[in-house]
């Protein structure tokens, strides 16, 4: 089980012996838990394989909740989602597994809310979310009568199941300038269509008939009356987005979408430099592709500079002379950057990472860091690829 070794291997031992302590694991020797994170593998697998086949699962099943919880976006929610109490213990534990052990471990509702909230945040801007317009300074209905409401719209739209469990809870959110945004989410889980796995029923197989879970959510921010949704199916999001304006916050939509953002790579037919603050830790950025469309739209030219000394202008001027796609003639239609950070404590060697554009609207900054993604989006608007903002 790779997720057990990852939490054994980067929790300190303290936090280790108070989840077990609290889980029916008998331990045959003594385990010496202030030791180092090594020794205690051993120990510690083999009470687990001892577990009957239901404890072995739930453990597993904790630890790959909490090892979900390591990335940027799980930390930051983690964070946000505690009390301030919490805050203060969480910011004195080492390691990030360790942290969120520590929150499944002492208060799982709160850890439940940091994991839709990060669910949320890792859906923005990808495939399974939708942004709309609304107007500001509106309040979330929160009593019995709006969830009711809104589960019953729930319910008669998607006409699978009976059962809804609505969540309804306070966040924020820092934007790129650093500013913190006041939130208000709602998560709905609903009950879809039975279906059915097959299991050992003594020696003979049986249909084991269940009715999975689905998730939805949305956002709603007072200060720029954004709602947010979280939904499978573009077309179905509008609906509930307006179904959501309805019960929860008293007014109407149109199911108006917020502008998308668009990317301005003609920025990158001048050769340049681009500036950075030094706080930010970047030691270089280079142009490393450009993908090319003719005009005619008959044919695509990609060039990329695969060495370090070169660059993406002098390779089209030394392959095509006075023919440069740079020259006119053509359009970028993708374009990929590296940036290079200095060594730091977590990368003494220092890291680089590439950022790829697409004409109008791509951009794989969503799948970075959330560091990275701060840092990678301040400086496409500085540098004037950004043309306008998801608000």
Same mark, same amino acid.
């Given at each position: $089980?790779?997720?057990?070794?990852?939490?054994?291997?980067?929790?300190?031992?303290?936090?280790?012996?108070?989840?077990?302590?609290?889980?029916?694991?008998?331990?045959?020797?003594?385990?010496?838990?202030?030791?180092?994170?090594?020794?205690?593998?051993?120990?510690?697998?083999?009470?687990?394989?001892?577990?009957?086949?239901?404890?072995? =699962?739930?453990?597993?099943?904790?630890?790959?909740?909490?090892?979900? $919880?390591?990335?940027?976006?799980?930390?930051?929610?983690?964070?946000?989602?505690?009390?301030?109490?919490?805050?203060?213990?969480?910011?004195?534990?080492?390691?990030?597994? !360790?942290? !969120?052990?520590?929150?499944?471990?002492?208060?799982?509702?709160?850890?439940?809310?940091?994991?839709?909230?990060?669910?949320?945040?890792?859906?923005?801007?990808?495939?399974?979310?939708?942004?709309?317009?609304?107007?500001?300074?509106?309040?979330?209905?929160?009593?019995?009568?709006?969830?009711?409401?809104?589960?019953?719209?729930?319910?008669?739209?998607?006409?699978?199941?009976?059962?809804?469990?609505?969540?309804?809870?306070?966040?924020?959110? $820092?934007?790129?300038?650093?500013?913190?945004?006041?939130?208000?989410?709602?998560?709905?889980? *609903?009950?879809?269509?039975?279906?059915?796995?097959?299991?050992?029923?003594?020696?003979?197989?049986?249909?084991?008939?269940?009715?999975?879970?689905?998730?939805?959510?949305?956002?709603? /921010?007072?200060?720029?009356?954004?709602?947010?949704?979280?939904?499978?199916?573009?077309?179905? *999001?509008?609906?509930?987005?307006?179904?959501?304006?309805?019960?929860?916050?008293?007014?109407?939509?149109?199911?108006?979408?917020?502008?998308?953002?668009?990317?301005?790579?003609?920025?990158?037919?001048?050769?340049?430099?681009? =500036?950075?603050?030094?706080?930010?830790?970047?030691?270089?950025?280079?142009?490393?592709?450009?993908?090319?469309?003719?005009?005619?739209?008959?044919?695509?030219?990609?060039?990329?500079?695969?060495?370090?000394?070169?660059?993406?202008?002098?390779? !089209?001027?030394?392959?095509?002379?006075?023919?440069?796609?740079?020259?006119?003639?053509?359009?970028?239609?993708?374009?990929?950057?590296?940036?290079?950070?200095?060594?730091?404590?977590?990368?003494?060697?220092?890291?680089?990472?590439?950022?790829?554009?697409?004409?109008?609207?791509?951009?794989?900054?969503?799948?970075?860091?959330?560091? /990275?993604?701060?840092?990678?989006?301040?400086?496409?608007?500085?540098?004037?690829?950004?043309?306008?903002?998801?608000?």
């Amino acid at each position: $089980m790779p997720v057990v070794m990852r939490l054994l291997r980067n929790t300190p031992g303290s936090e280790l012996q108070a989840y077990f302590a609290e889980r029916p694991v008998e331990f045959p020797e003594p385990v010496d838990w202030t030791g180092s994170n090594g020794a205690l593998v051993k120990p510690v697998l083999k009470a687990i394989d001892a577990l009957s086949e239901v404890e072995r =699962e739930r453990i597993r099943i904790d630890f790959e909740r909490a090892d979900r $919880m390591t990335s940027d976006v799980g930390q930051t929610a983690l964070m946000d989602i505690a009390s301030p109490e919490q805050r203060d213990i969480l910011r004195d534990i080492a390691t990030r597994h !360790a942290r !969120a052990l520590w929150l499944l471990r002492n208060d799982e509702k709160r850890f439940r809310r940091a994991e839709e909230a990060s669910f949320f945040e890792n859906s923005r801007r990808g495939r399974l979310w939708d942004g709309f317009v609304a107007p500001t300074g509106l309040k979330v209905g929160r009593e019995v009568v709006h969830l009711e409401a809104l589960a019953g719209e729930v319910k008669q739209f998607f006409r699978e199941g009976q059962k809804i469990k609505i969540e309804v809870f306070d966040r924020s959110r $820092m934007d790129l300038d650093g500013e913190i945004k006041e939130l208000v989410q709602v998560t709905i889980y *609903r009950e879809g269509l039975p279906d059915s796995v097959s299991v050992f029923q003594g020696d003979d197989l049986e249909p084991l008939v269940y009715r999975p879970v689905y998730e939805l959510a949305f956002t709603y /921010e007072p200060a720029s009356g954004v709602i947010e949704v979280v939904a499978q199916k573009k077309a179905r *999001r509008t609906e509930l987005a307006r179904m959501f304006a309805k019960t929860l916050l008293g007014h109407a939509i149109e199911g108006q979408r917020i502008p998308l953002r668009r990317y301005d790579l003609s920025v990158f037919m001048t050769e340049r430099e681009f =500036e950075r603050d030094p706080e930010d830790g970047i030691d270089d950025v280079r142009l490393r592709l450009v993908k090319f469309e003719t005009f005619d739209e008959r044919a695509f030219v990609s060039i990329e500079a695969r060495t370090e000394e070169a660059t993406v202008h002098g390779e !089209a001027r030394r392959l095509f002379g006075e023919r440069d796609p740079f020259l006119g003639g053509h359009r970028i239609v993708e374009a990929v950057l590296s940036v290079r950070f200095k060594p730091d404590t977590v990368n003494p060697r220092g890291r680089t990472i590439t950022i790829k554009l697409r004409h109008p609207n791509g951009c794989d900054l969503k799948d970075k860091t959330e560091k /990275e993604r701060l840092i990678g989006e301040k400086y496409l608007r500085r540098w004037r690829v950004i043309e306008d903002l998801i608000v």
